[in-house]
């Protein structure tokens, strides 16, 4: 599926379940009351998390989350520890007592119950699990044994994408980016099984050290799958010299973030001319697909494609389409293979040991069956009330993006009126689907952990092409309910906001007005800015891949956001390792677009925003900024940290909490920052777009 522009690092998602009243998200603007936390309830922003020997000019994430960081260490079975994860693992806690509740009751047949309960059950069956051995895959096995031509070949690669096991390639439908009322299929690079292609390449310690970890993994496993240890050496090199061509072939993080380069609509007949060994009428009926038109993202992976099957031997396919199989089944396998996927992953996460098996069930329960967990988890977890000053919340943040982009000084009139326009088209979701997908049709049993997760992967692979050449349906969801995150997509023009992250340290419906706008209000802000960053400025109100600026605007938002791109470059990750200013640009943007537009809403539509009423010592303005800090406190192993570097393309939370604030004349004010402190911009340094 297309990326979309989330708040955070994709995790695993986590979901869940019932229909709470359906709410109108155009509701009108309201001014919140002042909201005082009782003596002896939680404080929201609690002194005893910072460290306050920092200077709050020098370096603000540290004063307002130093003592949190060094008495709060990452546990055994993470890689990374902060707000995110603590509300993350909140969720699991809520989700394992509904699974077991639900494997305990083992409702009707057919019922969200039973499928609920019955695949959580099955996922935990340990015995079974290691009683069907490697039974799972050797039908795939067999099959690309029997392969005996280069059509076979062909043929056994389509079957696989249709069985969501997809080698060679990446294949998925979504909106056409210039006719977004279409969903078409997009055609893509793919086949390699490290995170990024840059890990085949960089030859610094650390990446030669995961890419001579890998090699080691893929002996391992070969091993697993009974082969000598010559011979799986022998397998090995196939491995590698395939995904090291694919990888050759494709484009990196950074050139894939402008979406021109992306879009290129072919018929059938034009994608065969890019690689003319494959027929990909032939290709497209074994994947089930009807249709005569993709959208090929990278045309010379196309055709690298085609070269690659010119350049190996038919014994070399097979060996890699071997590893695709096992690669992809690994962690529904025996001990064994799920220790050793494990042991390889440690090399870029940094995890001391493996999550316990209940945290990873639920979570695949949850990818599974999403809207049927994430039904019982709304019911249990998100009232009617918190919907609703979400909703508020919401309405005031566009209100206050209106105004100021109606105050903007650099942008034309005929330029702002389209801008307007788009904004006022955002679609708005929170917490929950108004219409839950309908999972009926999959059966789901408690005797066959591998079946189940089959079933789901027909479903929803059929699902999916079976929308193709048909009118978008613009009222699903890219994420579950209990997911902690948020998101911006560009064909659909939608914000939407899951119920897993409308609670602390984001949003609590007791918090004072500061935290809450400083939280929740600067993640809205920042999905709301995303429909106008580097990337998301390039589609209309509609959804479509449009240039709707005049010439000399644009220039001057590009202008403006190489500030960004620049300040970002010169933060220090780890050693000489810097922050990709361009990768993380449009996240960049989106929070310093989001910490203005929250604070400007605080101050707008809120008694406290307007008073000067101390909570806990603090200020309102000031409660604002530290809750900003607080969601983005962590403590990340270096592994993990690399990794983020290497292939995320959001920011170390350190410089998305000090970053954005450099730029804002009212964090000095708030806290009394002044030339000299390392926090300190001179005025005309300071960038100012939305």
């Not at 979309?4 to 009351?33: D, E, F, G, N």
């Not at 995170?195 to 890998?214: E, L, Q, V």
Request: hydrophobic share 40%; charged share 25%; glycine share 6%.
């Amino acid at each position: 599926m297309k990326p979309i522009y989330a708040i955070a690092a994709m995790a695993s998602v986590a979901i869940a379940w019932a229909c709470t009243p359906k709410m109108s998200s155009q509701v009108a603007s309201t001014v919140l009351p002042d909201i005082v936390t009782p003596a002896g309830q939680k404080k929201f922003i609690d002194p005893t998390n910072m460290d306050l020997a920092v200077k709050p000019g020098d370096d603000f994430y540290q004063y307002a989350n130093g003592a949190w960081l060094k008495s709060t260490p990452i546990p055994p079975t993470e890689s990374v520890w902060g707000s995110f994860s603590t509300l993350r693992d909140f969720n699991q806690n809520a989700l394992k007592h509904i699974l077991e509740e639900a494997a305990a009751k083992s409702g009707p047949k057919g019922s969200a119950l039973q499928k609920v309960g019955d695949f959580f059950a099955a996922a935990m069956d340990t015995i079974a699990i290691e009683k069907a051995g490697l039974n799972p895959v050797k039908p795939y096995f067999e099959r690309v044994e029997k392969i005996t031509s280069m059509q076979g070949l062909l043929d056994e690669i389509g079957q696989m994408h249709a069985e969501s096991m997809g080698p060679l390639f990446s294949f998925y439908a979504n909106n056409d980016e210039k006719i977004s009322t279409q969903f078409v299929p997009y055609l893509s690079q793919g086949g390699i099984h490290l995170p990024d292609r840059d890990y085949f390449f960089k030859t610094d310690t650390r990446t030669t050290k995961i890419r001579d970890a890998y090699k080691i993994h893929i002996v391992n496993v070969f091993k697993l799958l009974g082969e000598k240890e010559d011979n799986a050496v022998k397998l090995r090199d196939v491995i590698m010299r395939f995904e090291t061509a694919l990888a050759n072939a494709s484009m990196t993080r950074t050139e894939m973030r402008d979406p021109q380069k992306l879009y290129n609509k072919m018929t059938v007949k034009e994608v065969h001319k890019l690689s003319p060994l494959i027929d990909w009428d032939k290709m497209m009926k074994k994947m089930l697909i009807h249709y005569d038109t993709l959208i090929v993202q990278q045309p010379k992976f196309v055709t690298a494609m085609d070269e690659l099957l010119r350049n190996e031997k038919l014994d070399q396919w097979k060996v890699y389409l071997k590893w695709c199989v096992i690669k992809g089944a690994m962690g529904y396998l025996g001990d064994a293979f799920v220790k050793e996927n494990f042991n390889f992953s440690k090399n870029m996460t940094g995890q001391k040991q493996q999550q316990p098996r209940w945290k990873r069930a639920s979570l695949l329960t949850d990818q599974a069956l999403g809207d049927l967990v994430g039904q019982i988890y709304v019911a249990k977890h998100f009232t009617p009330e918190a919907k609703q000053r979400m909703t508020q919340l919401v309405e005031n943040l566009s209100l206050t993006y209106e105004k100021r982009i109606q105050n903007l000084d650099w942008m034309s009139a005929v330029t702002k009126q389209k801008a307007l326009g788009k904004l006022h088209s955002f679609m708005r979701k929170i917490g929950y689907p108004d219409k839950w997908q309908d999972l009926s049709s999959i059966n789901i049993g408690r005797d066959n952990y591998w079946a189940n997760v089959m079933a789901v992967n027909d479903f929803q692979y059929k699902d999916m092409i079976n929308r193709i050449g048909k009118p978008v349906d613009k009222t699903r969801w890219g994420m579950t309910p209990p997911t902690v995150n948020a998101y911006y997509n560009p064909t659909m023009n939608e914000i939407v906001f899951p119920a897993g992250i409308l609670q602390f340290p984001f949003f609590d419906n007791a918090a004072d007005d500061a935290v809450n706008y400083g939280g929740i209000g600067a993640v809205i802000g920042h999905e709301m800015t995303h429909g106008f960053d580097d990337e998301g400025r390039q589609y209309d109100a509609e959804g479509n891949l449009k240039d709707w600026w005049t010439e000399e605007d644009g220039q001057k938002f590009d202008a403006k956001a190489k500030t960004i791109e620049e300040q970002f470059n010169n933060y220090r990750v780890l050693d000489t390792v810097k922050v990709n200013g361009k990768l993380t640009l449009g996240e960049n943007l989106a929070d310093l677009g989001g910490i203005n537009l929250a604070y400007d809403a605080f101050k707008t539509f809120t008694k406290q925003g307007k008073s000067n009423q101390k909570i806990d010592g603090f200020t309102p303005d000031q409660r604002f900024f530290l809750s900003w800090a607080q969601i983005w406190r962590t403590n990340i192993r270096d592994e993990a940290l690399m990794q983020r570097v290497m292939s995320d393309p959001h920011s170390p939370g350190n410089f998305r909490c000090n970053g954005p604030i450099t730029h804002m004349p009212e964090f000095y004010a708030a806290f009394g920052v002044k030339q000299g402190d390392k926090l300190w911009k001179i005025e005309s340094n300071r960038t100012k777009i939305w």
